[in-house]
């Protein structure tokens, strides 16, 4: 964060005025890249869901089913993993959340030795891959009595959803000025009434983008939840992954298994967009 | 009456001393302007008295009470801010309203005192506007609203009008003067700006490297400073070597001059240099004095003027003519002249009493 302050001067000079000409250019490889990264996959993946066989020559499939769909949907273990899975996200947001605020105000406020060190150390859990997290912590929840539990399984990712909240909740909180704290003391705040009236609402676009980003990587995780939890603790994930088989390509299933797992990303990211004012969304991104 | 009473206040950070025991005192209504160059501790003192920075030592009363025990929020002090420390996620009027909430005034009271302090700060129709939707002067009334509406015992100010233009500075600072006027709140002004500090203050309290130099309202300290430093500081001047006897110095070139005060030996004088009459003269008497350079500053004329080793600046207000450099010049000397007391080393160390000083200040301003 401070590195991203320090080059800001000179952006700003570099900064460019966006003009009426430059509208058509952008808009057209913006749309373009919309178009082949998000548009074409998603309808590819709706032909493949339906399409009753689709051998190569043909461009568009021959036949349609929703026999598929109908399989997938009317499983009644589908709908219990989505609970599971909902409810484990949000205790593993608030967990986060919870867990990150302090370290995070730590890491924004108070010079430390070692700083960069400790900053790596939080950054940790996502350079090394879940799975092999996944089998080491494995071994020490069964030796806890935590493995096959729902406690397990949120402990697990929470490990995996820590960091990034830490560093969004320590670039929200670096931005609110000392002087802010002091003027407030001056007012007659104490401590909790700085936290709930100053600090909580300016670190709102941190804690926003850091529980989305919790939320959905909890609702998608699969690996370490897979480890710990399955078979008995079943998550939307690890139930889909089980309708794929592991012995031939089912692309038809993979891709119902994929448009229900995009489903909470979408629906998150739609209620966020409309709760989100956009000088929050700019907060957020650091532009304040 | 006393409202603030400073007594010996220190700070150290580790070996070194930001600020050397400081006292001063501020009577119930009157402005008191701390001025010094940046670094000089100013700031330093204001943020203890506030209690956002701890001090080493000394003592703090505030209308009779100890106060440097207690924690900000409990000190009946308001502090305006340089960067003026609005919070960014409220309107204005719930700025404004933050404080009394925090104090748990009434809620008719409260939209009173925000009413009158919106008005005295010409505030009106920008109540829901948030503070970044506001230039920097309205902001800096904002916060300074959002001080008055607390009527503390004591107002601090922190440099508050030196991220504005030039221009608004010197609206805002009227501005302020009368809004003093008006409401005759407790204030503790600081500033490195010269100009701001006699135009506003009662009393000027001048700082520099961590120590009170001089105290004094601002004509007495640029009639008559008593420091070298102060001379300098406030205003241009000649700082001058003499040779005193009695009431009579003589300069180094041998012109004799009249003195304010009794004194023997060698001696330092400030003479200001729209104090020093100066025209243009062929033959001149005694040491021979030229003009070696003049610039024009419209309502008055800056010369540099060369007498001996000595180079003196003389402004001439007024004027029909300049006077070419290179031409030999007459300087007459105002009567009176202060004689700057000669506050040296001695001083200094029956005030740090033993204590290992290093003469290192640290920029805390």
Redesign the interface.
Same mark, same amino acid.
């Given at each position: 964060m401070t590195a991203l302050a320090e080059t800001t001067p000179s952006q700003a000079t570099r900064r460019r005025t966006f003009t009426r000409e430059d509208r058509l250019p952008v808009a057209v490889g913006l749309y373009v890249f919309l178009f082949l990264a998000i548009a074409l996959p998603l309808g590819l993946m709706s032909l493949w869901s339906i399409a009753d066989g689709w051998p190569p020559p043909h461009v568009l499939p021959q036949s349609y089913t929703t026999e598929r769909w109908a399989g997938v949907l009317g499983d009644s273990g589908l709908l219990r993993a989505a609970i599971n899975s909902i409810v484990i996200a949000i205790v593993v947001t608030v967990a986060t959340a919870l867990i990150a605020l302090p370290t995070a105000w730590a890491m924004a406020r108070f010079p430390f030795r070692l700083k960069r060190a400790v900053e790596i150390f939080i950054l940790a859990p996502i350079i090394i891959p879940g799975i092999v997290v996944a089998v080491g912590i494995g071994q020490v929840f069964l030796a806890l009595g935590l493995a096959y539990s729902v406690a397990g399984v949120i402990l697990v990712q929470i490990v995996g959803t820590l960091p990034l909240m830490i560093r969004l909740m320590t670039a929200a909180l670096e931005t609110i =000025?000392d002087?802010?704290l +002091? !003027? !407030?003391?001056?007012? $007659? !705040? $104490?401590t909790a009434?700085i936290i709930r +009236?100053?600090v909580l =609402?300016?670190a709102v676009p941190g804690l926003l983008a850091g529980g989305l980003m919790s939320f959905v990587g909890s609702f998608e995780e699969f690996d370490k939840s897979f480890i710990v939890g399955a078979p008995v603790v079943e998550t939307l994930p690890i139930k889909l992954y089980m309708y794929l088989d592991p012995y031939s390509m089912q692309l038809p299933l993979a891709s119902i298994v994929s448009f229900l797992l995009l489903l909470p990303a979408l629906v998150v990211f739609v209620i966020a967009g409309r709760v989100l004012r956009d000088d929050l969304m700019a907060a957020g991104m650091g532009k304040i | 009456m006393t409202m603030l009473e400073i007594t010996d206040i220190t700070k150290d950070y580790g070996a070194s001393r930001a600020l050397h025991p400081v006292s001063l005192s501020v009577a119930k209504g009157e402005f008191v302007t701390i001025l010094g160059p940046s670094g000089c501790g100013k700031s330093s003192l204001l943020r203890i008295v506030m209690g956002i920075s701890q001090q080493s030592g000394g003592e703090i009363r505030l209308a009779g009470q100890r106060i440097d025990m207690l924690p900000p929020e409990r000190r009946d002090i308001a502090m305006v801010f340089q960067s003026y420390a609005l919070f960014p996620h409220m309107t204005v009027e719930q700025n404004l309203r933050f404080g009394l909430r925090m104090k748990k005034v009434v809620k008719a009271e409260q939209q009173r005192r925000i009413a009158h302090a919106l008005d005295i700060c010409t505030l009106a129709g920008l109540t829901g506007r948030m503070p970044r939707q506001l230039s920097g002067g309205q902001q800096q009334r904002v916060a300074l609203a959002r001080a008055i509406v607390m009527q503390p015992n004591l107002l601090l100010f922190d440099e508050p009008l030196s991220n504005l233009d030039a221009k608004l500075r010197d609206t805002l600072r009227h501005e302020l003067v009368a809004l003093h006027r008006r409401i005759g709140a407790t204030s503790l002004y600081v500033t490195h700006d010269q100009a701001e500090a006699m135009a506003m203050s009662d009393r000027i309290v001048v700082m520099n490297a961590g120590r009170v130099v001089e105290i004094g309202t601002p004509l007495e300290l640029y009639r008559a400073p008593k420091q070298a430093f102060t001379a300098g500081f406030l205003g241009q001047t000649n700082l001058l070597a003499i040779t005193a006897s009695g009431r009579t110095g003589q300069l180094p070139w041998g012109q004799p001059v009249d003195l304010a005060t009794e004194t023997s030996g060698p001696a330092q004088v400030s003479v200001r240099p729209e104090s020093i009459g100066i025209r243009a003269c062929d033959q001149a008497s005694g040491a021979p004095a030229t003009v070696a350079g003049v610039s024009f500053m419209g309502a008055s004329a800056l010369y540099t003027v060369a007498v001996g080793d000595t180079v003196l600046k003389v402004s001439q207000a007024g004027g029909d003519a300049l006077i070419e450099p290179g031409r030999t010049v007459a300087l007459t000397f105002p009567e009176r002249l202060p004689v700057l007391e000669d506050r040296g080393r001695e001083d200094r160390e029956i005030e740090d009493q033993g204590r290992k000083d290093r003469l290192r200040t640290p920029e805390v301003a």
């Open positions: =000025p002087d802010l +002091h !003027a !407030a003391r001056s007012l $007659g !705040a $104490g009434d +009236h100053i =609402p300016l | -």
